[in-house]
């Protein structure tokens, strides 16, 4: 570690002893996170942060924007109703409220290992959902996915605003969101090759991360 001191956004930290003498003449005297964030940089731990933030929002995108494919195909092979169509579009979305309101363990366990295993939680569910025998089954496989999605959505957010430098925050988050808008192109291109073999093979393809 290079500083020590709290994470608080408006604490100050000092160099530890034993840091290179370039780091420590960069960062002598007391400074603020951000600031150090700033000073250091872009490097190889940013961009490995940036790979794993844009991996969980493609899926996240991914799964939120099977909704309304999903529901015109399982309509049709379970002969669903009204009711039932309404609860399987809110299902995913009723996990992610409960996963954004649960995000809080991060500050417990870490910001790196819950937006993993929200990202792995996507995945299993996702691949899971593929393979339900009935509408109950879907139902409930959709919202522990959509929990996943609420989990990892909100703290790999919380680690952009937190490690990237400053100047290069809102460049992300737009990207960020540019991603989410070509997510959603390519599940009209999956729905359009997959939709001869099912709308199983489609949840399958849009849960490979």
């Not at 993993?116 to 995945?123: P, S």
């Not at 997510?183 to 999956?190: E, F, N, R």
Request: charge should be negative; glycine fraction near 8%.
């Amino acid at each position: 570690m290079v500083y020590e001191g709290t994470l608080g956004m408006e604490e100050s930290i000092r160099p530890i002893e034993g840091t290179s003498p370039r780091t420590a003449e960069m960062i002598s005297g007391e400074i603020s996170l951000d600031e150090a964030i700033d000073r250091i940089d872009w490097g190889p731990f940013q961009l490995h942060l940036l790979c794993l933030i844009g991996t969980c929002t493609a899926c996240d995108s991914m799964e939120v924007g099977l909704i309304a494919f999903l529901q015109e195909c399982v309509k049709e092979e379970w002969h669903l109703n009204t009711n039932q169509e309404a609860m399987l579009s809110s299902s995913i979305l009723v996990g992610q409220i409960l996963g954004i309101l649960s995000a809080s363990m991060a500050d417990t366990f870490g910001r790196r290992p819950v937006v993993i295993g929200g990202l792995w939680v996507v995945i299993i569910f996702g691949f899971a959902s593929a393979f339900a025998p009935d509408f109950v089954s879907l139902l409930v496989l959709r919202a522990f996915a959509g929990y996943g999605i609420g989990v990892s959505q909100c703290v790999s957010y919380d680690l952009c605003c937190e490690i990237l430098p400053r100047k290069y925050r809102t460049m992300i988050m737009f990207c960020d969101v540019v991603g989410v808008a070509a997510q959603l192109y390519l599940i009209i291109a999956l729905y359009f090759l997959l939709e001869p073999y099912g709308w199983r093979s489609i949840l399958f393809a849009c849960a490979i991360p």
